[in-house]
């Protein structure tokens, strides 16, 4: 060790700076997930369709997604918005619209495995007594995916706690951007840094493991 | 009842069906047997259209089956006509495929119900005998998860029969079973085949398409090799295919 001394005292009192900004990224993270799952789950479905102009829209849309980084559509959509359509957003705003498409594309995914993972055995009995394909997705293999797509669902929530941290590249702020705030007001980065990451350890890591026990619980029931 | 003509299909290079045409009459028990991979469960389902077929033709009492006849020529028929001609034969698979997020009762409701909008009440009445019948109305509540092979592939049969289908079709229903299993399940489709049931009935078990079937057929290679009664077929095949065939599937019987 440099023999650098720890002083953690001196962030202490600003706790409810870190309170704040907790409040803000959970904040952020539910609403950037609620668009996520209202985008992405019609999506995964659209994206099994046999008629191919439902698909490839679809198709498009996630793998540009993924294909992307999420700064690079965050600040695209901040910057790029305005000027092309007129529409000026706040950062908030922007940071739960931008991550809500981010996050759709891989609801999308999530939702897609759910049903490739039902067997086919399932399509082919309710084709059997005469149902049609929308039927058979609502009654006989989504309520079987649905349980399978919980836990990825859990870890996307998780990943974009982490990913909300981008919204200070907007000024918005959440815990990363309020962190360098205080920076600016004490002067004790490596402190303001570490408590920063046991912060987000101590709201991200619950979900975590929440995820890894239902999937266990999925396994043993199987 | 049902009209196979010039039936083929082929996956890209490798023909599966190669011109078959066959005529299945109302009360008539048809086991279809065959070496794997000579193209029976495939036939089997083409009758349904779970796998569509390339070229020839099913009719299911006189009607087109999966196809629709247009001036502008033979078209795939739209979803729901297809989705019709499907509830009104019953299938069984191979691996029961009951519906695991269900209660047994809710299996055998699921197609009338839902498909054929008939009454709640009433199908629960009929399901209940059904399930009486095939011995399994103290499961009624239970998940098939929890029952033994032999009693899924019975609900299985019962759910089939809940839509009071005009045929049923049965797909290797006993080769996922453990053997002390089979023939719980075979006494069932027997006293089916009794009733006057017609069926079609793909099948590794030689005894049972001995004792059940009207009529056996003997496939091979995508093609039908010969067809007869079954004294005829057992007792004194005429192909030396089915010969060779029947030789080895009942001499691996007594000297596995």
């Known amino acids: 060790m440099s023999g650098y001394e720890w002083q953690f005292h001196i962030i202490l009192d600003y706790w409810p700076i870190f309170v704040r900004g907790a409040w803000t990224t959970l904040k952020l993270t539910f609403a950037s997930t609620l668009l996520g799952l209202v985008i992405g789950l019609p999506a995964g479905i659209l994206r099994q369709s046999k008629i191919r102009w439902l698909r490839a829209p679809v198709s498009l849309y996630v793998e540009v997604i993924r294909a992307t980084p999420a700064l690079v559509q965050i600040v695209w959509i901040y910057y790029c918005f305005p000027i092309l359509f007129g529409l000026q957003m706040g950062a908030e705003t922007t940071i739960v619209i931008a991550l809500g498409i981010h996050t759709g594309a891989y609801v999308a995914e999530i939702v897609r495995a759910g049903i490739n993972a039902v067997d086919a055995g399932q399509f082919m009995a309710a084709k059997s007594i005469g149902m049609s394909g929308a039927k058979t997705l609502r009654r006989i293999i989504l309520p079987q995916a649905g349980q399978k797509m919980i836990p990825p669902f859990i870890n996307e929530f998780a990943n974009i706690m982490k990913l909300s941290t981008l919204a200070s590249t907007i000024a918005v702020y959440e815990l990363l951007q309020e962190s360098n705030n205080l920076i600016a007001t004490v002067y004790r980065p490596l402190e303001v840094y570490t408590f920063l990451a046991v912060v987000f350890f101590c709201i991200t890591y619950p979900w975590i493991w929440l995820s890894q026990r239902y999937e266990a619980r999925l396994r043993r029931r199987a | ?256």
């Open chain 2, 1 to 256: 009842m049902l009209t196979i003509t010039h039936l083929s299909k082929a996956y890209g290079d490798l023909t599966v069906l190669k011109d078959i045409s066959l005529e299945i009459s109302a009360n008539e028990v048809v086991a279809i047997i065959g070496p794997s991979g000579s193209g029976k469960s495939t036939l089997l389902k083409c009758l349904n259209f779970l796998e569509p077929y390339d070229g020839g033709e099913v009719r299911f009492e006189g009607e087109l089956v999966g196809y629709e006849d247009s001036p502008r020529g033979r078209r795939p028929a739209r979803e729901r006509q297809t989705n019709r001609q499907r509830a009104r034969m019953g299938m069984v698979f191979q691996n029961f495929n009951l519906f695991p997020h269900m209660s047994v009762l809710e299996n055998l409701l699921e197609g009338p119900v839902q498909v054929l909008g008939e009454p709640r009440a009433e199908v629960t009445e009929r399901a209940l005998g059904l399930l009486t019948k095939v011995g399994l109305l103290e499961k009624r509540d239970a998940r098939p998860s929890t029952l033994s092979g032999g009693q899924q592939q019975r609900a299985a049969i019962a759910r089939a029969l809940a839509m009071r289908p005009k045929l049923m079709l049965f797909d290797e229903p006993t080769s996922a079973l453990d053997p002390e299993l089979v023939g719980e399940v075979l006494a069932t489709i027997g006293q089916l085949a009794a009733e006057g049931m017609p069926m079609v009935i793909v099948t590794h078990e030689m005894s049972f398409a001995r004792d059940v079937a009207d009529r056996v057929i003997f496939m091979e290679g995508g093609e039908v090799v010969e067809e007869g009664p079954p004294s005829v077929i057992f007792s004194h095949p005429s192909n030396p295919r089915t010969q060779q065939f029947l030789s080895r599937v009942l001499h691996e019987r007594f000297h596995p």
